[in-house]
């Protein structure tokens, strides 16, 4: 077994010296917060893909929480999502008062099957929250026949999708609203933020609203001035720094080298493990590219404590994303069972994440596949 001299995370920031020097330009700007490189950052994320808005956020949580004000989430309202995703993409919805209704996931692909979600539909349901896992976009046209059909807002989870493509297409436009993340592991960072980007305005007009307050400001009367505003509805401080939208607009001009690369280690994983037996590699719905985020095996008959425990102990960071939304204490608190989504259970049981970002080595991909490899024969 070969160990790596440090840990090696499943994934980590890729910060240049550029990207260090635009956020000290900004630093000795007029504006820290609230200032121009956040209308930049936005302009910038819309056009690259292909959409008329984009409201930038705090973080991803905050902006799923937007876009379900947006979208008119309410108390007693039912939303359908993945139970394999983090736990926001189900939060959001617990944040408007709205019921979580989870959808199993696709055995292939990992996604949220669009049939399971047609079986969960019910008078009370009023969105649909698909998540693009790993980076690979949902089977969105089956998903926005069902929205459409059904009059459903569909609000695309993309924290993970941020340059992946669906259909000939950047991930951005098939929702009616999309989120993309901007933590440190996912396809370029602000070190925390998120975006939501749509084409439709009076989204966008409540997503700003929602972000800074619930203030706007309005046309005053003849005994006010300028300096005039008024607070339309309960709205949150969500707002993103412009420190943080210039580290972004400095990581966008390298995303599509980076999501190439994270392509070329998905490509180098699955031709290695290909044929091994006792791993099923990760599969692509057709028409679509992923961005993979994330890239991770199934382990059939061989442990996965096992796998997990001896690759960390060769500081190779192998993680588990993620355990089902509904198995949290919180939800189980609310009624949720086990075997809710058998198909998305059983797939957690021998889920495992890989490291794969732009920083990795030749040299760790080989260790890596070598060791998962050596463990695998340790076991027959």
């Known amino acids: 077994m070969n160990k790596l001299e440090s840990f090696l995370s499943y994934g980590c920031q890729s910060i240049s010296e550029e990207d260090i ?64 995703t983090f736990a926001a993409s189900a939060n959001c919805i617990r944040y408007m008062g709205g019921k979580v209704v989870f959808a199993d996931i696709d055995e292939e692909t990992y996604n949220i099957n669009p049939t399971e979600i047609k079986k969960n539909i019910t008078s009370r349901t009023k969105a649909i929250i698909p998540v693009d896992f790993t980076g690979q976009p949902a089977d969105m046209d089956a998903i926005m026949d069902i929205a459409c059909k059904h009059n459903l807002v569909v609000i695309e989870d993309g924290a993970h999708s941020l340059g992946a493509e669906y259909k000939g297409k950047k991930v951005g436009t098939q929702a009616d609203m999309t989120m993309f993340s901007f933590h440190p592991v996912k396809p370029i960072t602000t070190a925390e933020g998120g975006i939501i980007v749509t084409n439709d305005e009076e989204y966008y007009r409540k997503l700003q609203l929602f972000r800074s307050h619930g203030i706007e400001h309005t046309e005053y009367s003849s005994n006010q001035g300028g300096w005039y505003y008024e607070m339309m509805d309960l709205g949150y401080n969500y707002r993103m ?99 809710l989504c058998p198909i998305a259970e059983e797939w957690y049981e021998k889920a495992l994440t890989l490291p794969i970002h732009p920083n990795m080595t030749a040299e760790a991909l080989s260790i890596i596949v070598t060791n998962i490899k050596a463990l695998l024969k340790l076991v027959k």
Not at 26 to 43: A, D, N, V
Not at 265 to 289: M, R, S
């Open 241 to 339: 720094t412009d420190l943080q939208a210039a580290l972004g607009l400095s990581q966008l001009k390298k995303l599509d080298t980076f999501i190439q690369q994270r392509r070329d280690i998905a490509a180098f994983y699955t031709e290695a493990f290909q044929d091994v037996k006792g791993i099923i590699v990760p599969q692509q719905l057709e028409g679509t590219n992923s961005g993979w985020h994330l890239y991770m095996l199934q382990l059939n008959g061989i442990s996965r404590k096992f796998v997990f425990e001896q690759m960390r102990s060769l500081n190779i960071g192998v993680h588990v994303h993620y355990i089902p939304v509904y198995w949290h204490p919180y939800y189980q608190q609310l009624g949720y069972e086990r075997g």
């Open 21 to 84: 020097q635009a956020v000290i330009e900004t630093l000795r700007s007029p504006f820290l917060t609230q200032g121009p490189k956040i209308k930049q950052f936005e302009q910038t994320i819309a056009d690259y893909v292909g959409a008329q808005y984009a409201v930038a956020f705090c973080n991803g949580t905050a902006a799923l929480h937007a876009a379900c004000y947006a979208a008119g989430i309410d108390e007693g309202d039912e939303v359908i999502t993945s139970p394999i």
